[in-house]
Protein backbone atom coordinates (compact mmCIF):
# COMPACT_ATOMS: atom_id res chain seq x y z
CA UNK A 1 0.00 0.00 0.00
CA UNK A 2 1.11 3.50 -1.09
CA UNK A 3 0.13 7.06 0.50
CA UNK A 4 0.83 10.38 0.18
CA UNK A 5 0.19 13.02 2.30
CA UNK A 6 -3.91 14.51 1.37
CA UNK A 7 -5.06 10.87 0.42
CA UNK A 8 -8.00 9.32 2.02
CA UNK A 9 -7.90 6.12 4.07
CA UNK A 10 -10.77 3.70 3.54
CA UNK A 11 -11.50 1.17 5.95
CA UNK A 12 -14.40 -0.84 4.33
CA UNK A 13 -17.08 -2.20 6.66
CA UNK A 14 -17.01 -5.43 7.28
CA UNK A 15 -21.12 -5.58 8.10
CA UNK A 16 -23.73 -4.86 5.26
CA UNK A 17 -25.49 -1.63 5.94
CA UNK A 18 -22.76 0.57 8.60
CA UNK A 19 -20.81 2.83 6.52
CA UNK A 20 -16.91 2.68 5.53
CA UNK A 21 -14.75 4.67 7.99
CA UNK A 22 -12.88 7.13 5.62
CA UNK A 23 -9.89 9.83 7.48
CA UNK A 24 -7.46 11.89 5.76
CA UNK A 25 -3.59 11.42 5.64
CA UNK A 26 -1.75 13.44 7.54
CA UNK A 27 1.68 12.09 7.56
CA UNK A 28 3.29 8.75 5.95
CA UNK A 29 5.89 7.47 8.14
CA UNK A 30 7.18 4.66 6.23
CA UNK A 31 9.42 4.04 3.58
CA UNK A 32 8.42 5.43 -0.18
CA UNK A 33 4.61 5.97 0.83
CA UNK A 34 4.48 2.82 2.90
CA UNK A 35 2.81 2.57 6.07
CA UNK A 36 2.16 3.45 9.16
CA UNK A 37 0.50 6.89 8.59
CA UNK A 38 -1.05 9.42 10.78
CA UNK A 39 -4.64 9.34 10.01
CA UNK A 40 -7.16 12.57 11.09
CA UNK A 41 -10.62 10.18 11.62
CA UNK A 42 -13.85 12.00 9.72
CA UNK A 43 -16.58 10.79 12.38
CA UNK A 44 -14.42 11.56 15.18
CA UNK A 45 -11.92 14.04 14.37
CA UNK A 46 -9.66 11.93 16.42
CA UNK A 47 -5.68 11.51 15.18
CA UNK A 48 -3.80 8.26 15.53
CA UNK A 49 -1.29 6.31 13.74
CA UNK A 50 -2.65 3.26 12.09
CA UNK A 51 -0.97 0.23 10.36
CA UNK A 52 -3.87 -0.56 7.21
CA UNK A 53 -4.75 -4.21 6.82
CA UNK A 54 -6.74 -6.11 4.09
CA UNK A 55 -9.82 -3.93 4.35
CA UNK A 56 -8.34 -0.95 4.06
CA UNK A 57 -7.55 0.94 0.46
CA UNK A 58 -6.62 4.13 -0.26
CA UNK A 59 -8.01 7.01 -2.59
CA UNK A 60 -6.34 10.03 -3.79
CA UNK A 61 -7.56 13.20 -4.67
CA UNK A 62 -8.48 14.23 -7.88
CA UNK A 63 -7.18 17.03 -9.42
CA UNK A 64 -9.95 19.45 -11.21
CA UNK A 65 -8.28 21.71 -13.78
CA UNK A 66 -11.03 24.36 -14.90
CA UNK A 67 -12.36 24.52 -18.12
Known amino acids: MMA ?3 DQMVVHSAVIGHPDRKGE ?6 EH ?9 D ?8 Y ?3 DCSIE ?8
Open 43 to 50: DSGHTTLF
Open 52 to 54: PGT
Open 33 to 41: GGPPYIVRW
Open 25 to 30: ILEVRG
Open 4 to 6: RQG
Open 60 to 67: HPTTLTPA
